[in-house]
């Protein structure tokens, strides 16, 4: 069972373009939604990260919108470079219990110059 | 400080064998997580250590196992390897509490 669902799978952009991914998940007790970008040869890295009481975060071009009754988040990368280009993967953990983040599946970014 | 070493980078091993993957953690780092990663599946999660406990597993049989050492060092541990678990295997670890992970580089297994 895919707790979190992670779309588009790739995604192509011009340099200076949006680039848009979305997930979305099926447990409500889910309160925290982190963000990684993992490039090629390296493992992931955190990149920004959400908790629901907030609808939108933001950081340097980076940008989580979160909605919470549609059991929704999406990362926005605004003017996206060259360099952005990576996979990224989203994920929701639980504050109680488990500690461990569920991941989508990634997608696979490319921003052509 | 440094970050998470997973040794060796690289490993290639035949069907039926068994092979040992090692991790250090941030200094500091309690917890220890172990993932596999494949194009198809993505990240699924192996299991986690914290204070030389297993405290989570996932869905993986009884051939994937690991430790923590008293130093959280941790090591995972495949027996009798098949093709299909020809995969990166990422090392995160976490001061406790699992809200931020910082990952390793991996170790790429390839089973011929």
């Known amino acids: 069972q895919q707790q979190v669902k992670q779309s588009p799978q790739s995604l192509i952009v011009q340099k200076g373009g949006i680039s848009i991914i979305n997930c979305a998940y099926e447990?409500?007790?889910?309160?925290?939604f982190p963000w990684y970008q993992q490039f090629p040869g390296k493992g992931p890295a955190l990149l920004i990260a959400?908790?629901?009481?907030?609808s939108e975060k933001k950081e340097g071009r980076f940008t989580i919108s979160f909605n919470k009754s549609a059991k929704q988040f999406s990362l926005h990368i605004m003017d996206s470079q060259p360099g952005d280009s990576a996979t990224y993967f989203c994920?929701?953990?639980?504050?109680?219990?488990?500690?461990?983040?569920?991941f989508g599946r990634g997608t696979s970014l490319i921003v052509h110059p | 400080k440094a970050g998470v070493t997973q040794t060796p980078r690289y490993l290639i091993k035949t069907r039926g064998q068994q092979v040992t993957l090692s991790c250090s953690p941030i200094?500091?780092?309690?917890?220890v997580s172990w993932y596999q990663q494949t194009p198809g599946q993505g990240l699924q999660f192996l299991f986690e250590?914290?204070?030389?406990?297993?405290?989570n597993k996932g869905n993986f049989p009884g051939r994937f196992s690991g430790r923590q050492f008293s130093n959280s060092r941790s090591e995972m541990n495949v027996s009798t390897l098949e093709l299909g678990d020809s995969a990166l295997y990422l090392c995160?670890?976490?001061?406790?509490?699992?809200?931020?992970?910082?990952f390793g580089a991996g170790t790429r297994l390839s089973v011929l």
């Open positions: 995160a670890s976490s001061p406790g509490n699992g809200n931020i992970q910082y």
């Open positions: 447990n409500t007790a889910f309160d925290y």
């Open positions: 959400i908790r629901p009481d907030v």
């Open positions: 994920a929701a953990k639980a504050s109680g219990g488990s500690y461990i983040p569920t």
């Open positions: 200094s500091g780092h309690r917890s």
């Open positions: 250590y914290f204070s030389e406990t297993q405290r």
